[in-house]
T-cell receptor, first 113, second 116 residues
Framework: AQTVTQSQPEMSVQEAETVTLSCTYD???????LFWYKQPPSRQMILVIR??????QNATENRFSVNFQKAAKSFSLKISDSQLGDAAMYFC??????????FGGGTRLMVKP | GAVVSQHPSRVICKSGTSVKIECRSL??????MFWYRQFPKQSLMLMAT?????????EQGVEKDKFLINHASLTLSTLTVTSAHPEDSSFYIC????????????FGSGTRLTVV
């Protein structure tokens, strides 16, 4: 069974600085997708970034980028120029072939002004 | 982009009654609908997966007779919590899969259920 692990229950970053959230996963599949979702206090799940396993290039979306290390089964999220609005729960998630998403335990990110 | 409308956003019901939660995909056909439950400060736990026109597949430990899922059309899926008890109080979220969008997943806004 696939598992997703987020080892940092909480992280804190100063506004305008950079923070990296960690995620590791376990799978025997070769083709899969990885995601980072943001859940603000409203609890609406918001897609931050997505990575296809067959792509070697790391995904980037504006201030958000990932470091995808397929051999190490690692998928970290880097947030640059952190903003107060980035404060939220962040979930790493995995899926293969359109099946269910498997979520990590989440990391609560706090942004200090 | 794709939108999933989930209603109600909040519901309070008496113990022993049933509650229905609806999720509608507004601008795409939801091939598969996933239902999650989220306890405070915890992650999302998959309850069941439903495909249009088929019976739902429940995760281990989820009572299928308590949590009835119907996915009668490609745009509507419902979760009915039957004979609700206080321990069923939780946050329920649906997620629709649109395979035509290259395995995109769209989430509803969630339903906070409180059983008193």
């Amino acid at each position: 069974a696939q598992t997703v692990t987020q080892s940092q229950p909480e992280m804190s970053v100063q506004e305008a600085e950079t923070v990296t959230l960690s995620c590791t996963y376990d799978t025997s599949e070769s083709d899969y997708y990885l995601f980072w979702y943001k859940q603000p206090p409203s609890r609406q799940m918001i897609l931050v970034i997505r990575q296809e396993a067959y792509k070697q290039q790391n995904a980037t979306e504006n201030r958000f980028s990932v470091n995808f290390q397929k051999a190490a089964k690692s998928f970290s999220l880097k947030i640059s120029d952190s903003q107060l609005g980035d404060a939220a729960m962040y979930f790493c998630a995995y899926t293969s072939a359109g099946n269910m998403l498997t979520f990590g335990g989440g990391t609560r990110l706090m942004v200090k002004p | 982009g794709a939108v999933v409308s989930q209603h109600p956003s909040r519901v309070i019901c008496k113990s022993g009654t049933s509650v229905k939660i609806e999720c509608r995909s507004l601008d795409f056909q939801a091939t598969t609908m996933f239902w999650y439950r989220q306890f405070p400060k915890q992650s999302l736990m998959l309850m069941a997966t439903s495909n249009e026109g088929s019976k739902a597949t429940y995760e281990q430990g989820v009572e299928k007779d308590k949590f009835l899922i119907n996915h009668a059309s490609l745009t509507l899926s419902t979760l009915t919590v039957t004979s609700a008890h206080p321990e069923d109080s939780s946050f329920y979220i649906c997620s629709a899969s649109d395979l035509t969008a290259n395995y995109g997943y769209t989430f509803g806004s969630g339903t906070r259920l409180t059983v008193v």
